[in-house]
């Protein structure tokens, strides 16, 4: 069975430094590794993806994540917070067995940018 | 091109109804996911729908059902509601390629759904 963790409930960070949001991950296999923000009352927004290749993938406002197979880890990070990042961040892990479309999320983590 | 849609937003039910939801995917997507987001359990997967055939199932009792439509919208139904059924149910829809796992799922804005 494949599992996500998201050990820290909550971030805090100032606005313009930077930030970074914990995930580690368990999967038999290789892994396809998901970030999504949620915004209050709202829906999950796709952030970005690793499904193979380069250890470091870019995606939407600014933010990046990078793939470490040997420490199981897909932090989430962003050179300079904006008070405007103030969301709750899943990280996800998807099935990768031919078993179609299925995620298994982390439990969120709260990230607070203060001005 | 339009997002994923939801109907109802909210809705509010008593003990021992049932619910319909429904979700109207991207266009030209054939997958639907469906998720229940709670505050206790966070966000668990319910089942998802390919071309009309149900192709995964979450660890959910049989209460919770759903279909796909052959224009790819599928809608969810709760049977005898519990209060426990109180969550945010989110949809997510994808092109639906065969063993993809890694396939990128857009969300709905979800249906909040309050059980009395």
């Known amino acids: 069975a494949q599992s996500v963790a998201q050990p820290e409930d909550q971030v805090n960070v100032a606005e313009g430094n930077p930030l970074t949001v914990k995930c580690t991950y368990s999967?038999?296999?290789?892994?396809?590794l998901f970030w999504y923000v949620q915004y209050p009352n709202r829906g999950l927004q796709f952030l970005l993806k690793?499904?193979?290749?380069?250890?470091l993938v870019k995606g939407s406002y600014g933010f990046e994540a990078e793939f470490n197979k040997s420490q199981t880890s897909f932090h989430l990070k962003k050179p300079s917070a904006l008070v405007s990042d103030s969301a709750l961040y899943f990280c996800?892990?998807?099935?990768?067995?031919?078993?179609?479309?299925?995620?298994?999320f982390g439990g969120g983590t709260r990230l607070m940018v203060k001005p | 091109k339009a997002g994923v849609t939801q109907t109802p937003r909210y809705l509010i039910k008593t003990r021992g109804q049932q619910v319909t939801l429904s979700c109207s995917p991207i266009?030209?997507?054939?997958?639907v996911s469906w998720y229940q987001q709670t505050p206790g359990q966070g966000l668990q997967f319910l089942f998802e729908?390919?071309?009309?055939?149900?192709?995964n199932k979450g660890n959910f009792p049989g209460r919770f059902s759903g279909r796909q439509f052959s224009n790819s919208r599928s809608e969810m139904n709760v049977s005898t509601l519990e209060l426990g059924d109180s969550a945010l149910y989110l949809c997510?829809?994808?092109?639906?390629?065969?063993?993809?796992?890694?396939?990128?799922?857009?969300f709905g804005p979800g249906t909040r759904l309050l059980v009395l």
């Open positions: 997510a829809s994808g092109p639906g390629l065969a063993g993809a796992g890694g396939e990128t799922q857009y």
């Open positions: 999967v038999s296999g290789n892994p396809y």
């Open positions: 690793y499904i193979t290749g380069d250890n």
């Open positions: 996800a892990v998807g099935s990768g067995n031919n078993a179609g479309n299925m995620l298994t």
């Open positions: 266009s030209g997507h054939r997958s």
């Open positions: 729908y390919f071309s009309e055939t149900q192709r």
